[in-house]
C-alpha cells in the first residue's frame, strides 16, 4: 500500500463545476504539499499546510491531522485547470517527501 | 515568500554528453535541497538529500557515479547527468529548505536525450 493515496486517478468534469481531490496518507508528517502540473511538465506549487485550511483564490485546500487526510477543492472549475494535481507529504523523521500518484484532472468548456 | 528557481525548464540533448541542472533558492538559505525525477505516467521519486558542504545521499538505485550532485553553497545545489543516455530522459526536480520551515518546488526540468 502507497503511504500517500490520492482519489480519483482521473476526473473529467463540465466548466464551472465545484471539484474534490482527496489524498490520505499513513505517515507522521510535519507538512502537505498541493502541487499541480502541468502537461509540459511544469510543477507549481499551490499550498504547503500542516493544520486548517488555506484559500488561494478559486483554490481551497484542507487537511485533517487526526485522520491523516487532505482536500484540494476547485471552486468554479475552468478548462485552464486541466492538469495533474500532486498530493505529497513532508515526512517527520527525515524531512523526505512521499508523492502520491497525481490526479489528472480534465474540465470540458 | 521561498523561491527557488530551478534552470533549465527543459533541455535536449546528444547522447552521450552531460547535462548541468540548477536548483537555487532566491531569497532563502537551504540546508537541504532533494532531488527527484518522475519517469512517464509515474510518481516523483527520490533520487538523492543533498545537504550543504557534504556529500549527497543517494536512494538505492540511483548511480551516484551518473547522477552528481553538488551542493556547494546554501543558495546552490546542481544535478549533472553524465553520458546521458535516452533512458535518463526524465522530468528532475528539485526541492528546497532548511526543515523546519518547510521545502519549496522548483519547477522541474524535462531533459530529453538523443
Not at chain 2, 6 to 32: N, Y
Not at chain 2, 43 to 52: G, P
Not at chain 2, 68 to 95: G, K, M, Q, R, W
Request: aromatic share 8%.
Amino acid at each position: 500500500k502507497n503511504e500517500v493515496e490520492q482519489s480519483p486517478q482521473n476526473l473529467t468534469a463540465q466548466e464551472g463545476e465545484f471539484i474534490t481531490i482527496n489524498c490520505s496518507y499513513s505517515v507522521g508528517i510535519s507538512a502537505l504539499h498541493w502541487l499541480q502540473q502541468h502537461p509540459g511538465g511544469g510543477i507549481v506549487s499551490l499550498f504547503m499546510l500542516s493544520s486548517g485550511k488555506k484559500k488561494h483564490g478559486r483554490l481551497i485546500a484542507t487537511i485533517n491531522i487526526q485522520e491523516k487526510h487532505s482536500s484540494l477543492h476547485i471552486t468554479a472549475s475552468h478548462p485552464r485547470d486541466s492538469a495533474v494535481y500532486i498530493c505529497a507529504v513532508s515526512v517527520n523523521r527525515d524531512d523526505k517527501i512521499i508523492f502520491g500518484k497525481g490526479t489528472r484532472l480534465h474540465i470540458l468548456p | 515568500g521561498a523561491v527557488v528557481s530551478q534552470h533549465p525548464s527543459w533541455v535536449i540533448c546528444k547522447s552521450g554528453t552531460s547535462v548541468k541542472i540548477e536548483c537555487r533558492s532566491l531569497d532563502f538559505q537551504a540546508t537541504t535541497m532533494f532531488w527527484y525525477r518522475q519517469f512517464p505516467k509515474q510518481s516523483l521519486m527520490l533520487m538523492a538529500t543533498s545537504n550543504e558542504g557534504s556529500k549527497a545521499t543517494y536512494e538505492q538505485g540511483v548511480e551516484k557515479d551518473k547522477f552528481l550532485i553538488n551542493h556547494a553553497s546554501l543558495t546552490l545545489s546542481t544535478l549533472t547527468v553524465t553520458s546521458a543516455h535516452p533512458e535518463d530522459s526524465s522530468f528532475y526536480i528539485c526541492s528546497a529548505g532548511t526543515g523546519g520551515n518547510g521545502y519549496t518546488f522548483g519547477s522541474g526540468t524535462r531533459l530529453t536525450v538523443v
